[in-house]
């Protein structure tokens, strides 16, 4: 069984930051697409950016130059950091891995960025 938690999700200010964090737990025995998506109120959940096994980086063009994305395989996690908050990247933020082609998923972290 394959375990996602999320963390490090808040409230913070318009120019703000933030660094979300996801570590997965499970038997595993490789991770190869490791991202992090997000879901607004009334809007669908989109992609904000992914790593490959091998470090290939994808980007929403939304969130280009403003959030850095990492994985660390030896411990199974992988990183968010978010720059430069704006109150449009406000939603629920959900980790996502791959798995021997299956997708799982983490419960969802709040990020609120308002004055």
């Known amino acids: 069984q394959v375990q996602l938690v999320e963390s490090g999700g808040g409230l913070v200010q318009p120019g703000g930051s933030l660094r979300l964090s996801c570590a997965v737990s499970g038997s595993i025995f490789a991770i190869y697409n490791m991202g992090w998506y997000r879901q607004a109120p009334g809007k669908q959940r989109e992609l904000v950016a992914d790593i490959t096994r091998g470090g290939t980086i994808n980007y929403a063009d939304s969130v280009k130059g403003r959030f850095t994305i990492s994985r660390d395989d030896a411990k199974k996690t992988v990183a968010l950091q978010i720059d430069s908050l704006k109150p449009e990247d406000t939603a629920v933020y959900y980790c996502?891995?791959?798995?021997?082609?299956?997708?799982?998923w983490g419960q969802g972290t709040q990020v609120t960025v308002s004055s």
């Open positions: 996502n891995v791959v798995v021997a082609n299956r997708e799982y």
